[in-house]
């Protein structure tokens, strides 16, 4: 692909199966700096019939990969815990981990996955529900990073995330 990710262009991403709904150049290099986009990713632009791998695209940045056991880097604990500087940046620390979210009433939490992060909305995929939902930030109450007792290297290893919105009336038709 030698077109930057400058521009209004359209892209999607394609990765251990799953395919990402289209999304800016700004949201892709941003994905990309977040690690949301593994180099190895496979990225589309809309109207091109080709894929290509983003460690190849121009343009893209992505974060230094983990520590391995050959870098003297010095491990981080699991019970430390980084400081977010946004609520983005929390959820897309949990990217493709269940998370429970309370879309439908206010007191019942459903179980989740973390799809994608954007620049003003999340997006989840409700199995049980069978249906995905977009949510805008502003709909936020509350997150609260719970710790469990498992242990990890990784602060998503050992916490889950619950997210608390204002409810959507749009999802009280659903019958459980």
């Known amino acids: 692909m030698t077109q930057t990710t400058e521009g209004t262009s359209r892209f999607r991403i394609r990765h251990d199966g799953q395919t990402s709904p289209w999304m800016t150049a700004e949201q892709l290099k941003q994905a990309a700096m977040l690690g949301q986009v593994p180099q190895e990713a496979m990225v589309q632009q809309a109207g091109q019939p080709d894929w290509h791998q983003a460690g190849s695209i121009k343009g893209l940045a992505f974060p230094d990969p983990e520590p391995t056991q050959e870098t003297e880097k010095p491990k981080e604990h699991a019970d430390h815990h980084p400081r977010f500087k946004t609520l983005r940046d929390l959820l897309a620390n949990f990217l493709h981990c269940p998370v429970a979210i309370n879309l439908r009433q206010a007191d019942h939490f459903d179980e989740a ?3 994608l992060c954007c620049e003003d909305h999340f997006e989840v995929n409700l199995p049980k529900l069978e249906m995905r939902a977009f949510v805008p ?3 936020i109450k509350a997150i609260a990073s719970i710790e469990r ?8 290893d050992t916490h889950t995330v619950r997210i608390e919105v204002e409810p959507c009336c749009v999802f009280t038709a659903t019958a459980d």
């Open 137 to 139: 930030f502003t709909r």
């Open 149 to 156: 007792s498992e242990s990890g290297n990784k602060y998503r």
């Open 113 to 115: 996955e973390l799809l």
